[in-house]
């Protein structure tokens, strides 16, 4: 798979970025020093290299006085993104005011760097290549959910996903890194479960809780072939408890960081 591949679906963004930079008169230099983004990053986008994130379309946006074109394209693109039946959690994630999320073989989604996504999705039997590219995009675009300043997120990780090798070992070290940024920072709660944890119910595999605006309780599971949205009472309590035991037998926080921040410097 090409970098280009994973962005398919926003090469019309590149397109317009690139004739609208165009009749501004502006290098990639001076957008980049306009925007206070390198001029590295401004290339990349237009060459369909990097996913544009709502940040920086906006002020790209901005600058080259589009009026929010940038910004219309990104969206539509994003809309196909998502695989059918994760399409509802999305819209679920995006209304929740605390999401708690237990995580058994990797980094949660919500916390993954491009990189790792790439890297995790590679060897995928389940994608077509297209397809690929097209969760990536879709990854990305959920994690700006947490810049939500009404949002309270948690995620529990266990030990594996630390020391589980996706990709190269480069990779794993800025997705840890990522995840030291994410505490230090105050986007997300991050706690470990250690393998001296033994068999806690965990095993069992990965789920996450949301709390909404208006009180109501839902969650999410998935399995290899699709995801379910659990909205019934009796089935949240029973995941309720499972998170409960989970975080009993997590790290503290600064536990948590002391461990990730070790395990970042074994990839080096």
Known sequence: MTAADSIAELSPYAAELRQARGKADLTQADLAARTN???????????GRRVPTLEFTRRVDEVLGTDGLLERIRSYSLKGAAVPWFAQWIEIEREAVELRSFELAVVPGLLQTEEYIRALLANSNQLRRDQVGEQVIARLARQELLNKATLRAIFVIDESALRRPVGSP???????????????????????????????????????????VDGAELAYLENPLDGTVVDGVGQWRALWKAWESVRAVALPPSQSLAMIREVAQSWK
């Open 37 to 47: 983004y390198s001029t590295a990053l401004v290339s990349m986008v237009e060459q």
């Open 170 to 212: 480069s990779i794993m070290g800025a997705q840890l890194q990522h995840l030291i940024d994410v505490v230090e920072q105050e986007i997300g709660e991050v706690q470990i479960v250690p393998f001296t944890a033994g068999g806690y119910i965990g095993v069992a595999g990965a789920f996450t809780l949301a709390t909404m």
